[in-house]
């Protein structure tokens, strides 16, 4: 094990013993015989689920996970039949079904789907289904959800995202206060600054690589 | 499991161009700013020679192999460069395993030309025997990370790696030919250096990004020698460059390609 002495992080490579024992473990982690070998570079962890001790360990850099319930910001790539095609940073396409946008029911021969939501667009969504066997489900019919019009949209590490993550509420408050900006941060490691103009905006990508402390967007 | 497409977001875009229309650009560059560069030479131990090039982020690595070859029937007292690039998916996600695509061939034959019409090696002082044994110059590329303007990358890497490249020494004994362990440096006579810009709406920008060759419309690419003479030129995208544009561009590049030139690692065999 890697240890960095400053923070006192662990960091466990792929193959290598994370634990030995009897525990339960979430899918990144392997049971051989007794040893419990990590898949992934990472931070062990453990969690509590249910009441009971689970492994896990944190990986360094992921692509998006979808979790059922998560806001995240998607980017329209292909346009089918009856739904659309949402990109969101994520080994799975998402799928945004006509139901989930328009409130009432259309004619799909007589209506054009990319004159609501045309290829390039950014929409901010939530996962309303995903069970890893089949595409997740997106919906943009509640409120703050939608297309978004015009905004400074950022792709980060899973890392830089996390830390972003971990200092929302000040960041929120600050990006509120100093540059008169809205900040979305998408669970799917995105994120999308709305203000009134580009010179707002400039000062909030400021702020946020402020928080980040170092040049990584 | 799905592929990641070659889309941009509009939003992102706008801006770009709106950015652009302010003379700046996403990441505090002047629109006629090149990135910061950083060559690294013999990073190969079992390369004749080998550079690996930091363009911001994007890094691409170059080795150079020599192999002893009857030479082509057309040209018996010449050597022969063969400029090989490869994307691989280690680079970006957008790169596949396979046969070589548009791009990757697109690289290397831009490379080899800036190369060959520069006269940067040569090739007649490659030649062993006249006609019966000649040295082939092998230059592969490949892409480490993809963060834009890999072009101009593979360009720095590829002249990088020549320049520091080492042949064995020869010697010929009646009909057998043997190869010494004492090497030489192979024969330089110039040097060269592409120069990429990208149109994006009406504006022109040098040294694109990732995001901003998503963007762009056209991109044009030219390569000048030591002495400044454009060797070579590449224009790529569906858009269009007027005509006093691609003169103007012409006159840009010379600047940004002496600059270049200074941070290219100097020849051994001088």
């Known amino acids: ?217 | 499991m799905s592929r990641i497409e070659h889309v941009i977001p509009l939003i992102k875009q706008k801006t770009i161009r709106a950015l652009l229309e302010k003379g700046e650009r996403l990441d505090g560059r002047k629109p006629m700013d090149f990135r910061d560069v950083e060559i690294n030479v013999g990073v190969i131990d079992s390369a004749e020679g080998s550079a690996i090039v930091n363009l911001g982020n994007t890094m691409v690595i170059a080795g150079v192999k020599l192999g002893m070859a009857s030479p082509f029937p057309d040209s018996p007292n010449s050597g022969a460069l063969i400029v090989n690039a490869e994307l691989i998916p280690l680079a970006s996600p957008l790169f596949e395993y396979g046969p070589p695509k548009e791009e990757d061939i697109e690289i290397s034959r831009v490379v080899d030309r800036g190369i060959r019409s520069s006269k940067l090696i040569d090739l007649e002082k490659l030649v062993i025997v006249t006609g019966r044994k000649v040295w082939f110059v092998y230059v592969d590329l490949y892409a480490l990370n993809h963060d834009g303007n890999l072009l101009d990358a593979c360009m720095l890497a590829a002249v990088s790696a020549l320049l520091t490249a080492r042949k064995p020494k020869t010697r010929i004994e009646g009909d057998h030919i043997e190869i010494l362990d004492e090497k030489e440096p192979i024969p330089i006579g110039n040097t060269a250096i592409s120069i990429t810009f990208a149109k994006i709406g009406e504006y022109v920008v040098v040294d694109p990004t990732y995001e901003e060759e998503l963007a762009m419309d056209a991109r044009l690419t030219i390569c000048y020698d030591k002495e400044g003479r454009i060797v070579a030129i590449q224009k790529g995208g569906s858009g269009y460059f007027t005509s006093e544009e691609v003169i103007d561009l012409g006159k840009k590049g010379l600047e940004i390609s002496r600059k270049l030139i200074s941070k290219l690692p100097t020849p051994l065999s001088e």
């Open chain 1, 1 to 217: 094990m890697i240890k960095v002495k400053r923070e006192k992080i662990k960091i466990v490579l792929p193959g290598e013993v994370v634990k030995v024992g009897d525990i339960k473990t979430t899918t990144e982690v392997i049971k051989l015989d007794d040893k419990l070998v990590s898949t992934l570079i990472g931070i062990p962890k453990m969690k509590r689920r249910r009441g009971e001790r689970v492994l896990s360990v944190l990986p360094l850099k992921t692509p998006y996970i979808p979790k059922e319930g998560d806001i995240v910001i998607g980017k329209i790539v292909d346009i089918g039949v009856t739904n659309w095609l949402v990109d969101i940073n994520s080994p799975w396409k998402a799928i945004l079904p006509i139901s989930e946008v328009l409130s009432k029911p259309v004619n799909v021969s007589k209506i054009e789907l990319k004159d609501y939501l045309n290829i390039g667009d950014l929409i901010v969504a939530r996962v309303i289904a995903f069970d890893l066997t089949r595409d997740p489900l997106l919906t943009i019919k509640e409120s703050r959800l939608g297309k978004a019009t015009r905004g400074l949209f950022l792709e980060l590490s899973s890392w830089d995202w996390l830390l972003l993550k971990s200092k929302e509420k000040t960041l929120l408050r600050g990006v509120k206060k100093k540059a008169n900006c809205n900040i979305v941060l998408g669970a799917n490691y995105r994120v999308l600054m709305i203000g009134k103009g580009l010179e707002e905006e400039l000062k909030a990508l400021e702020i946020v690589r402020e928080t980040l402390g170092r040049r990584s967007t």
